[in-house]
């Protein structure tokens, strides 16, 4: 009965290759997020979807693309992975009127090598 | 440079220590919120602030919003190791053409030893 979860919880690859996070919520909630959390644990909005429709879409390089193929579920796919593309990316979703509101996912620890 | 300023970065302090985060804005802020993260894991929502010298407690920790609604501080009062975590302040920056979002500072690792 997790309410956002995120697989995998750890993901070790190669510099060049394509990866995918999924994420899911069960609350109800008609807002998502990704957030990075790079090594000094600054937490920075990547991405909000709101009922399935981009509605933030921060300064991030092209090979990362959200995909929402309902208003539960938020996964990220990232192309051409690079080193500095190593942290911990985090899920959370909110109702879409009370933002602060959000629920995290666990986190997933990328390490690109 | 941020629009958050957290401070200090990082807190080291004896248990049964009394101790104080600020977190500040050049920007009239919407809404203030407190969150702490342990290690590896999500945030927690701690408290909300939104009016302009507005104070909450919970248990041992204290948030105000000052009257201007640019700076906050979260006060612990007789710190315990269960405190320890990274706590970041959150401020809803409403923009007109994207929407209200979260921004959040660069957060504050805060141990305490035993």
């Known amino acids: 009965d997790t309410a956002v979860s995120q697989t995998p919880k750890y993901l070790v690859t190669q510099m060049g290759n394509d990866k995918s996070i999924k994420c899911e919520q069960n609350?109800?909630?008609?807002?998502m997020y990704w957030y990075k959390q790079d090594s000094k644990k600054f937490l920075k909005i990547m991405f909000s979807?709101?009922?399935?429709?981009?509605?933030i879409n921060e300064t991030v390089p092209n090979r990362f693309s959200p995909k929402s193929p309902d208003k539960a579920h938020l996964n990220l796919h990232i192309n051409s992975l690079e080193l500095g593309d190593s942290a911990v990316y985090f899920c959370?979703?909110?109702?879409?009127?009370?933002?602060?509101?959000?629920?995290f996912g666990p986190g997933t620890r990328l390490t690109v090598t | 440079s941020q629009e958050l300023e957290q401070s200090p970065q990082s807190l080291i302090v004896q248990e049964g220590k009394n101790l104080t985060i600020n977190c500040t804005s050049s920007?009239?802020?919407?809404?203030l919120y407190w969150y702490k993260q342990k290690y590896g894991e999500g945030l927690i929502f701690l408290m909300m602030l939104q009016k302009g010298g507005e104070e909450k407690s919970h248990e041992k920790i204290t948030a105000k919003l000052d009257e201007k609604k640019q700076q906050s501080s979260l006060h612990i009062t007789a710190s315990q190791p269960s405190h320890a975590g990274i706590y970041l302040c959150?401020?809803?920056?409403?923009?007109?053409?994207?929407?209200?979002?979260?921004?959040f500072g660069e957060g504050t690792q805060l141990t305490v030893n035993p």
């Open positions: 609350l109800g909630h008609d807002t």
């Open positions: 959150g401020a809803d920056m409403a923009r007109e053409t994207s929407g209200s979002r979260l921004t």
């Open positions: 920007k009239t802020l919407y809404g």
């Open positions: 959370a979703s909110s109702p879409w009127d009370r933002i602060y509101e959000q629920y």
């Open positions: 979807y709101n009922n399935k429709e981009l509605i």
